[in-house]
C-alpha cells in the first residue's frame, strides 16, 4: 500500500510516498503501526503517550479522514486505497 507523507513527516521518511506491504484486511491503526515500526522516529510524531494517535495527526484514507470512518482507526484498508497522513499544520 502506498503512503504519501506530508511537510515535517516527509523529511523523516526522506520521501514524499512509501509503499508498505500489509496482510489482508489490515486496519488504519495496524498500518500506523507498521509505519513506526520502519521509521521509529515517527512513533511520538504520530502517538500521544497512550499509544492513540494525536488529535492533529490526520490520516486521510481515501480523501476522507479515518477519524471520522464508522470504524475509526479500526477501518480495514483495501488495496486500492489512497492513504495520506498529515502532521499538524500552521499558518498565517
Given at each position: 500500500?502506498?503512503?504519501?507523507?506530508?511537510?515535517t513527516l516527509r523529511q523523516i521518511t526522506g520521501q514524499k510516498t512509501v509503499e508498505f506491504?500489509?496482510?489482508?484486511?489490515?486496519?488504519?491503526?495496524?498500518?500506523?503501526?507498521?509505519?513506526?515500526?520502519?521509521?521509529?522516529?515517527?512513533?511520538?510524531?504520530?502517538?500521544?503517550?497512550?499509544?492513540?494517535?494525536?488529535?492533529?495527526?490526520?490520516?486521510?484514507?481515501?480523501?476522507?479522514?479515518?477519524?471520522?470512518?464508522?470504524?475509526?482507526?479500526?477501518?480495514?484498508?483495501?488495496?486500492?486505497?489512497?492513504?495520506?497522513?498529515?502532521?499538524?499544520?500552521?499558518?498565517?
Amino acid at each position: 500500500m502506498k503512503v504519501n507523507f506530508y511537510a515535517t513527516l516527509r523529511q523523516i521518511t526522506g520521501q514524499k510516498t512509501v509503499e508498505f506491504e500489509l496482510p489482508s484486511g489490515s486496519t488504519v491503526r495496524e498500518l500506523v503501526n507498521i509505519i513506526i515500526d520502519c521509521y521509529p522516529t515517527l512513533g511520538h510524531e504520530l502517538l500521544n503517550e497512550d499509544g492513540e494517535l494525536w488529535p492533529h495527526v490526520h490520516v486521510f484514507i481515501n480523501g476522507r479522514d479515518a477519524r471520522y470512518l464508522p470504524s475509526g482507526s479500526q477501518a480495514v484498508l483495501q488495496s486500492g486505497d489512497t492513504v495520506n497522513i498529515f502532521p499538524p499544520v500552521g499558518g498565517g
